[in-house]
Antibody, heavy 118, light 104 residues
Framework: QVQLQQWGAGLLKPSETLSLNCSVI????????WTWIRQAPGKGLEWIGE???????NYNPSVRDRVSISIDTSKRQISLKLTSVTVADTALYYC????????????WGQGTMVTVSS | IQLTQSPSFLSASAGDRVTITCRAS??????LAWYQQRSGEPPNLLIS???TLHSGVPSRFSGSGSGTEFTLTINGLQPEDFATYYC????????FGGGTKVEI
């Protein structure tokens, strides 16, 4: 059974860099986009960006100047970095598996809560 | 591309037929998915390509539409269906709608 396991720092101060990781356990790794999505407390879903196995990434314009998504195919891991965080970046961050052709996310990690507070 | 879901909240009873609408700010053909999110859980994919039921999703869920207007219908609401539903456009910068909370 394919699983996505997430980890990373959960409490940050404003201006710090958010860093999260997502490990893909089992199943195919190369035939998908790997996506980061966040959800602020009590709010809806926000697509942050995605990366494919060759390292080609797409980002939401709202965070493009602060975000970086990388992939390590040897470790089957995807990473998210978001610089200069503010309170507005407080959210539950999910990694998800997304189809290459039908771009829907059919497998989600458990989510990592990141709180930005001074 | 902006997605507008309506209604934002919906009160219903078990057994009801429920319809949620998602409108796109521009033509997205069939590039739309629907998700269900129960409280405290990650979203679950219900439908992709506007009307293709994802594996394992009960047949009481159905999707329709194309272009700029789409609907998710639940025929015979079950207790486990009380959740929040999101549409997502799969065309460019995969944005989500604001969500529809289905309450008892």
């Amino acid at each position: 059974q394919v699983q996505l396991q997430q980890w990373g720092a959960g409490l940050l101060k404003p201006s710090e860099t958010l860093s999260l990781n997502c490990s893909v356990i089992g199943g195919s790794f190369n035939n998908y986009y790997w996506t980061w999505i966040r959800q602020a407390p009590g709010k809806g879903l926000e697509w942050i960006g995605e990366i494919n196995y060759s390292g080609s990434a797409n980002y939401n314009p709202s965070v493009r100047d602060r975000v970086s998504i990388s992939i390590d195919t040897s470790k089957r891991q995807i990473s998210l970095k978001l610089t200069s965080v503010t309170v507005a970046d407080t959210a539950l961050y999910y990694c998800a598996r997304t189809g290459l052709w039908v771009r829907a996310s059919d497998l989600w990690g458990q989510g990592t809560m990141v709180t930005v507070s001074s | 591309i902006q997605l507008t879901q309506s209604p934002s909240f919906l009160s219903a009873s078990a057994g009801d037929r429920v319809t949620i609408t998602c409108r796109a700010s521009q033509d997205i053909s069939l590039y739309l998915a629907w998700y269900q999110q129960r409280s405290g859980e990650p979203p679950n994919l219900l439908i992709s390509a506007a009307s293709t039921l994802h594996s394992g999703v009960p047949s009481r869920f159905s999707g329709s539409g194309s272009g700029t207007e789409f609907t998710l219908t639940i025929n015979g609401l079950q207790p486990e269906d009380f959740a929040t539903y999101y549409c997502q456009q799969l065309n460019t910068y995969l944005t989500f709608g604001g969500g529809t909370k289905v309450e008892i």
